[in-house]
T-cell receptor, first 114, second 108 residues
Framework: NAGVTQTPKFQVLKTGQSMTLQCAQDMNHNSMYWYRQDPGMGLRLIYYSASEGTTDKGEVPNGYNVSRLNKREFSLRLESAAPSQTSVYFC?????????????FGPGTRLTVL | DAKTTQPNSMESNEEEPVHLPCNHS???????IHWYRQLPSQGPEYVIH???SNVNNRMASLAIAEDRKSSTLILHRATLRDAAVYYCILNYGQNFVFGPGTRLSVLP
C-alpha cells in the first residue's frame, strides 16, 4: 500500500516550458487535490477533483490545468511555466463520505522555474 | 474565506504537554477544524479533526471552544519527533484553508 505517490520528485524548467506533474493513489479515494507551498508559507489549493470525471478550481488556479485520468490518477499541467510557479507541489487524496475524513498527502514535487 | 491565526513559533521541553492555540473567529457552522503537521521536506500529516465536541486520538487531543471561534491542539507528552510545523485548517466541503502554521521546537 504505497498511499499517494508523486513524480517527479524534482524538476527544473526554463520560463515558457511545459510539464505535467503526476499523482496516483491506491486507497480508492474519490477526492484528489493539488496544492502548492511557497517558502515559509502554508499550502494553497490549486485544483481539486471531488470524484472521477469532475474538476474544480481552488484558491490559485491561474496558470495550471488538471486532468482526472481515472479514479487513481490526477495530473497537474503547467502549459507555460513562469518563475512565479517555483514552489513545492503536493498532491493529496481523501474519502469524504460517510464521514468528514482526513487528507493523505504525497511527498511533493520541488519545481524550480528559471 | 474563513481564516485561521496561529503563533509563529512555540517551544516545549521533551515529555511535557504542549498546547497549540488557533483562532478562527470567522468560522461558519459547517466548517470542520483539522490539524496537520509537516516535518521538513515532507508532505503534511494528519493529526486530528473535529466539528463541535472535543476529540481524542492516539496522537493528540483537540479542544474546541464552545463558540467555536478558537481551538487548541494538545500533545500530551512532547517528544523530539513532534518537532514540526503544525497547521490549523478550516475545512468546508472540498476546501481546506491552511493557516500560516506554528513551528514547534522540542528541547531535550
Amino acid at each position: 500500500n504505497a498511499g499517494v505517490t508523486q513524480t517527479p520528485k524534482f524538476q527544473v524548467l526554463k520560463t515558457g516550458q511545459s510539464m505535467t506533474l503526476q499523482c496516483a493513489q491506491d486507497m480508492n479515494h474519490n477526492s484528489m487535490y493539488w496544492y502548492r507551498q511557497d517558502p515559509g508559507m502554508g499550502l494553497r489549493l490549486i485544483y481539486y477533483s471531488a470524484s472521477e470525471g469532475t474538476t474544480d478550481k481552488g484558491e490559485v488556479p491561474n496558470g495550471y490545468n488538471v486532468s482526472r485520468l481515472n479514479k487513481r490518477e490526477f495530473s497537474l499541467r503547467l502549459e507555460s511555466a513562469a518563475p512565479s510557479q517555483t514552489s513545492v507541489y503536493f498532491c493529496a487524496s481523501r474519502e469524504v463520505r460517510p464521514l468528514n475524513n482526513e487528507q493523505f498527502f504525497g511527498p511533493g514535487t520541488r519545481l524550480t522555474v528559471l | 474565506d474563513a481564516k485561521t491565526t496561529q503563533p509563529n513559533s512555540m517551544e516545549s521541553n521533551e515529555e511535557e504537554p504542549v498546547h497549540l492555540p488557533c483562532n478562527h473567529s470567522t468560522i461558519s457552522g459547517t466548517d470542520y477544524i483539522h490539524w496537520y503537521r509537516q516535518l521538513p521536506s515532507q508532505g503534511p500529516e494528519y493529526v486530528i479533526h473535529g466539528l463541535t465536541s472535543n476529540v481524542n486520538n492516539r496522537m493528540a487531543s483537540l479542544a474546541i471552544a464552545e463558540d467555536r471561534k478558537s481551538s487548541t491542539l494538545i500533545l500530551h507528552r512532547a517528544t523530539l519527533r513532534d518537532a514540526a510545523v503544525y497547521y490549523c485548517i478550516l475545512n468546508y466541503g472540498q476546501n481546506f484553508v491552511f493557516g500560516p502554521g506554528t513551528r514547534l521546537s522540542v528541547l531535550p
